[in-house]
């Protein structure tokens, strides 16, 4: 993805976004690890929660770029 060089915002949300991401994944690779009982409900809450983070985040990024009306 190609965004405005030297827009700082679209640097932040991006970072964000990233960050968020890594999170997300991080999270599902626990929940793949955690089959059963206790383990597997608290894995899914935290890939629940990491994901909506993530889709919020991205959600700024594409707002932010349909703002300035250019990638
Ligand atoms: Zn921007």
């Given at each position: 993805m190609r965004l405005g060089s030297g827009c700082d915002e679209?640097?932040?949300l991006m970072?964000?976004?990233h960050?968020?991401?890594r999170v997300y994944i991080d999270a599902t690779v626990v929940l793949d690890d955690s089959v059963f009982g206790l383990k597997?409900?608290?894995a899914w809450a935290d890939a629940?929660?990491?994901r909506q983070r993530f889709e919020q985040a991205?959600?700024?990024v594409n707002r932010h770029i349909a703002d300035h009306g250019s990638t």
């Open positions: 679209c640097k932040i970072e964000r976004y960050a968020d991401l597997f409900d608290k629940t929660r990491a991205r959600e700024e």
